[in-house]
C-alpha cells in the first residue's frame, strides 16, 4: 500500500523545479506520449497492412529529409527571435496532419505523404524543445535539467507504446495515431495558456546571460567534429533500434526463432519500462561526471548491445537472454546519451548560434533516418535477417569510442 506521504515527497519533488521548466517538462512529456507509438509501432502496422520493409524505411528516410529543411528554418528562427512558442505549436498542427493521413492511409502514397508531416512537425519540434530547457532551468544544472526533461520523454515514450500497443492489438489497428492527435491538442492548449509568460521568461534569461557557460564564446569548440560524428553514430543506432529491430523480431534471425507481434510489442515496452526506470537515476550520474563521459559511456553501451544482437541472430536457445540483455544495455546508453547529447551541445555552440546548434543536434537524430532504415530494410528483404546490420554498427561505435576516448579524455 502505497503512504500518502509518498505522494507529498513526490509533488515536494516536483515543486523545487522552476514553473517554467516543470511546463516544458509536460510540454515534452505529451509530445513524447503522442510520438512514442507512432515511433516504434508505425512499422509494425504498416508491415501487417502490406507494406514492403524497404516501403517501409523509405518513409522514415523521406521523413527525414523533409525535417532536414524544417531544423534549418527553425534554429534560424530560434536565433534571430528566441521564441519557442509558434515552432511548437506548428509542429502540433503538422503532428495532427501526419495522423490523419497515416490514418486514412492504405497504400504507400498516404503513408509516405503522413511520413512526410511527421518529419516536417519532428524538424521544427525537436529544436525549439531543447532551445529553452537551459533558460528555464534557472540554478539547475543544465544536465539535470535535461535528465528531468529526457525522463518526462521515457515515461511518455513508454506509456504511448504500451498503451499503443494494447490499442493497436485489442481495439483499432491505428490506435497510436488518435492517441497522437489528442496529445497534440493538450500541448497547443498548454502553450497557448501560458504563451506570454513563456515570451517574458525567455527574454529576461536571454537578456541577463546569452550563454550560461560561455559568454563570450563566438567560435566553434576545436573537438567539435568528433562529437558530432559521435552523436550522429548514436542517433543512427537509435534510429535502427525504434526501426529495424522490431522488423528483425518478426522476421527472425539465421537461427533465431520469428516472434509474434505482440511479443515483439512486450519486448519494446519493457525496454522502454527500464528506460524510464534509468533515466532519471542515470542521468543524474552523468550530471556529476565529466562533460563528456556520458557520451564515451553511450558508445560502449551500444557497441556490446550491437554486438549481442548480432551473435543472438546465430542462435536459437540462448538467442532470448542475449537479446534482453542488449535491450538492457541500449536502456543504459540511451538514458546516458540523451541528456549529455543536448548540454554538451548546448556549450559547445557560439553565443550566437545556439539555437543553429540545436537545429543540428536535432539533424542529427533525423540523420540517423536518412539511411539507416532504407538500407536496413533493402537488407531484410534480400536476406531476411539483419546481423551483418548489427555487426556493422558495434564495430563502428567501438571505433569512435576510441577516438574519442585518446583525443578528448
Given at each position: 500500500?502505497?503512504?500518502?506521504?509518498?505522494?507529498?515527497?513526490?509533488?515536494?519533488?516536483?515543486?523545487?523545479?522552476?514553473?517554467?521548466?516543470?511546463?516544458?517538462?509536460?510540454?515534452?512529456?505529451?509530445?513524447?506520449?503522442?510520438?512514442?507509438?507512432?515511433?516504434?509501432?508505425?512499422?509494425?502496422?504498416?508491415?501487417?497492412?502490406?507494406?514492403?520493409?524497404?516501403?517501409?524505411?523509405?518513409?522514415?528516410?523521406?521523413?527525414?529529409?523533409?525535417?532536414?529543411?524544417?531544423?534549418?528554418?527553425?534554429?534560424?528562427?530560434?536565433?534571430?527571435?528566441?521564441?519557442?512558442?509558434?515552432?511548437?505549436?506548428?509542429?502540433?498542427?503538422l503532428s495532427i496532419a501526419a495522423s490523419l493521413c497515416l490514418i486514412f492511409s492504405?497504400?504507400?502514397?498516404?503513408?509516405?505523404?503522413?511520413?512526410?508531416?511527421?518529419?516536417?512537425?519532428?524538424?521544427?519540434?525537436?529544436?525549439?524543445?531543447?532551445?529553452?530547457?537551459?533558460?528555464?532551468?534557472?540554478?539547475?544544472?543544465?544536465?539535470?535539467?535535461?535528465?528531468?526533461?529526457?525522463?518526462?520523454?521515457?515515461?511518455?515514450?513508454?506509456?504511448?507504446?504500451?498503451?499503443?500497443?494494447?490499442?493497436?492489438?485489442?481495439?483499432?489497428?491505428?490506435?497510436?495515431?488518435?492517441?497522437?492527435?489528442?496529445?497534440?491538442?493538450?500541448?497547443?492548449?498548454?502553450?497557448?495558456?501560458?504563451?506570454?509568460?513563456?515570451?517574458?521568461?525567455?527574454?529576461?534569461?536571454?537578456?541577463?546571460?546569452v550563454d550560461p557557460i560561455n559568454k563570450g564564446q563566438l567560435k566553434w569548440n576545436?573537438?567539435?567534429?568528433?562529437?558530432?560524428?559521435?552523436?550522429?553514430?548514436?542517433?543512427?543506432?537509435?534510429?535502427?533500434?525504434?526501426?529495424?529491430?522490431?522488423?528483425?523480431?518478426?522476421?527472425?534471425?539465421?537461427?533465431?526463432?520469428?516472434?509474434?507481434?505482440?511479443?515483439?510489442?512486450?519486448?519494446?515496452?519493457?525496454?522502454?519500462?527500464?528506460?524510464?526506470?534509468?533515466?532519471?537515476?542515470?542521468?543524474?550520474?552523468?550530471?556529476?561526471?565529466?562533460?563528456?563521459?556520458?557520451?564515451?559511456?553511450?558508445?560502449?553501451?551500444?557497441?556490446?548491445?550491437?554486438?549481442?544482437?548480432?551473435?543472438?541472430?546465430?542462435?536459437?536457445?540462448?538467442?532470448?537472454?542475449?537479446?534482453?540483455?542488449?535491450?538492457?544495455?541500449?536502456?543504459?546508453?540511451?538514458?546516458?546519451?540523451?541528456?549529455?547529447?543536448?548540454?554538451?551541445v548546448f556549450k559547445i555552440a557560439p553565443s550566437n548560434k545556439k539555437g543553429f546548434?540545436?537545429?543540428?543536434?536535432?539533424?542529427?537524430?533525423?540523420?540517423?533516418?536518412?539511411?539507416?532504415?532504407?538500407?536496413?530494410?533493402?537488407?531484410?528483404?534480400?536476406?531476411?535477417?539483419?546481423?551483418?546490420?548489427?555487426?556493422?554498427?558495434?564495430?563502428?561505435?567501438?571505433?569512435?569510442?576510441?577516438?574519442?576516448?585518446?583525443?578528448?579524455?
Amino acid at each position: 500500500m502505497i503512504s500518502p506521504n509518498s505522494f507529498q515527497i513526490s509533488k515536494n519533488w516536483w515543486i523545487q523545479f522552476p514553473y517554467h521548466l516543470r511546463l516544458i517538462t509536460k510540454i515534452r512529456f505529451y509530445a513524447a506520449f503522442g510520438a512514442g507509438g507512432v515511433i516504434y509501432l508505425t512499422s509494425l502496422i504498416f508491415n501487417n497492412i502490406g507494406l514492403t520493409a524497404t516501403d517501409i524505411g523509405l518513409g522514415f528516410t523521406i521523413s527525414a529529409i523533409i525535417g532536414t529543411l524544417t531544423r534549418l528554418i527553425t534554429g534560424n528562427y530560434l536565433n534571430k527571435t528566441g521564441g519557442i512558442q509558434f515552432p511548437l505549436i506548428a509542429s502540433s498542427i503538422l503532428s495532427i496532419a501526419a495522423s490523419l493521413c497515416l490514418i486514412f492511409s492504405r497504400d504507400t502514397l498516404f503513408y509516405i505523404i503522413g511520413q512526410s508531416f511527421v518529419g516536417a512537425a519532428a524538424g521544427i519540434y525537436w529544436p525549439a524543445a531543447e532551445f529553452g530547457v537551459p533558460y528555464f532551468c534557472q540554478s539547475i544544472d543544465t544536465r539535470k535539467a535535461y535528465a528531468l526533461v529526457r525522463s518526462s520523454e521515457a515515461l511518455g515514450i513508454f506509456l504511448g507504446v504500451f498503451l499503443g500497443g494494447f490499442m493497436t492489438n485489442f481495439l483499432y489497428s491505428k490506435s497510436i495515431f488518435i492517441n497522437d492527435i489528442f496529445c497534440m491538442l493538450v500541448i497547443t492548449y498548454l502553450i497557448s495558456r501560458n504563451s506570454s509568460s513563456i515570451k517574458r521568461n525567455l527574454e529576461n534569461f536571454q537578456k541577463k546571460n546569452v550563454d550560461p557557460i560561455n559568454k563570450g564564446q563566438l567560435k566553434w569548440n576545436k573537438n567539435s567534429m568528433i562529437i558530432i560524428i559521435s552523436i550522429l553514430l548514436i542517433t543512427t543506432s537509435l534510429a535502427l533500434i525504434q526501426v529495424t529491430l522490431p522488423l528483425d523480431l518478426v522476421k527472425g534471425g539465421v537461427y533465431r526463432k520469428a516472434l509474434s507481434k505482440e511479443i515483439t510489442s512486450l519486448v519494446i515496452s519493457m525496454q522502454l519500462i527500464l528506460l524510464l526506470c534509468l533515466q532519471w537515476p542515470v542521468g543524474s550520474w552523468i550530471s556529476k561526471k565529466g562533460r563528456l563521459f556520458g557520451l564515451k559511456f553511450s558508445l560502449i553501451t551500444f557497441s556490446l548491445a550491437s554486438f549481442l544482437l548480432f551473435i543472438s541472430s546465430y542462435l536459437s536457445i540462448s538467442a532470448f537472454y542475449l537479446l534482453s540483455f542488449s535491450l538492457i544495455l541500449v536502456s543504459l546508453g540511451t538514458a546516458s546519451f540523451l541528456p549529455t547529447s543536448t548540454d554538451v551541445v548546448f556549450k559547445i555552440a557560439p553565443s550566437n548560434k545556439k539555437g543553429f546548434a540545436l537545429a543540428l543536434l536535432s539533424q542529427c537524430f533525423a540523420m540517423g533516418y536518412f539511411f539507416g532504415p532504407f538500407i536496413s530494410g533493402r537488407i531484410l528483404d534480400l536476406f531476411g535477417y539483419a546481423s551483418i546490420i548489427w555487426f556493422s554498427i558495434s564495430c563502428c561505435c567501438f571505433v569512435v569510442f576510441v577516438v574519442l576516448f585518446r583525443r578528448l579524455f
